[in-house]
């Protein structure tokens, strides 16, 4: 989706979205064992914060340049999820906090797809 006319560049629906999503996957953080915490789980937490930083910079980039950004956002948030289907299968994660960190990825990918395609 677009910024809106008028809106701070920091106020990107997308940025938002994925702010609020780093927030919950920290938080359920400290629930983990160390070796899944500081395994597969701080994988997870990289990835998310590349794919603020990649939306972030989205949002300030001229129109010409922010495909480039919003494509390797949208292959991020494949892997993102599929760690997170890999980690609901190892058991690292229940399957409350599973569906819905996916239901929050889905709607985070939507958004980058309806970006790009208003772009273009």
Not at 1 to 16: A, E, I, T, W, Y
Not at 20 to 26: C, Q
Not at 37 to 57: A, P, Q, T, V, W
Not at 90 to 96: A, D, G, H, T
Request: glycine share 2%; hydrophobic share 40%; net charge positive.
């Amino acid at each position: 989706m677009p910024p809106p006319s008028g809106f701070n560049q920091l106020d990107v629906p997308l940025v938002h979205k994925v702010c609020e999503f780093y927030k919950k996957i920290y938080l359920l953080s400290f629930k983990l064992s160390k070796r899944d915490r500081f395994g597969i789980y701080l994988k997870i937490e990289n990835i998310c914060l590349e794919i603020i930083d990649l939306s972030l910079i989205a949002s300030f980039e001229s129109r010409d340049n922010k495909f480039s950004f919003l494509n390797s956002t949208r292959i991020k948030i494949e892997v993102l999820k599929r760690f997170f289907r890999i980690s609901h299968e190892l058991k690292i994660i229940n399957s409350k906090n599973y569906i819905a960190l996916e239901l929050d990825l889905q709607e985070i990918s939507k958004m980058t797809n309806g970006w790009i395609k208003y772009l273009k």
